[in-house]
């Protein structure tokens, strides 16, 4: 099973930025989905964005035009940058690949918080 381990997250200010970034290890197949799911306290989880081994990019609503998901293929890594932050951006972050052959894999997560 891939292994992910995801980094990034803190603290930040309303209208500031964060990079997360996931690193799988090991090898993935040709054919796959990496994408960043987000959890607020009490709420479900939600897709944040993903992208598949053909570079396609798919967005949630309530985040297009502020974060852009993007992938090294050499370093089996996907980045998401996250600009104009807000309160409601506050969540637990998770990373998960869906590899063809290999099932699904999830990172442990790691915390944003949009605070002044």
């Known amino acids: 099973q891939v292994q992910l381990v995801e980094s990034g997250g803190g603290l930040v200010q309303p209208g500031g930025s964060l990079r997360l970034s996931c690193a799988a290890s090991?090898?993935?197949?040709?054919?796959?989905?990496m994408a960043w799911y987000r959890q607020a306290l009490g709420k479900q989880r939600e897709l944040v964005a993903d992208?598949?081994?053909?570079?396609?990019?798919n967005y949630g609503d309530s985040v297009k035009g502020r974060f852009t998901i993007s992938r090294d293929n050499a370093k089996n890594t996907v980045y998401l940058q996250m600009n104009s932050l807000t309160p409601e951006d506050t969540a637990v972050y998770y990373c998960?690949?869906?590899?063809?052959?290999?099932?699904?894999?999830w990172g442990q997560g790691t915390q944003v918080t949009v605070s002044a």
């Open positions: 090991g090898s993935i197949s040709s054919w796959y989905v």
């Open positions: 998960m690949v869906n590899s063809l052959g290999l099932g699904v894999s």
């Open positions: 992208i598949n081994s053909g570079g396609s990019t």
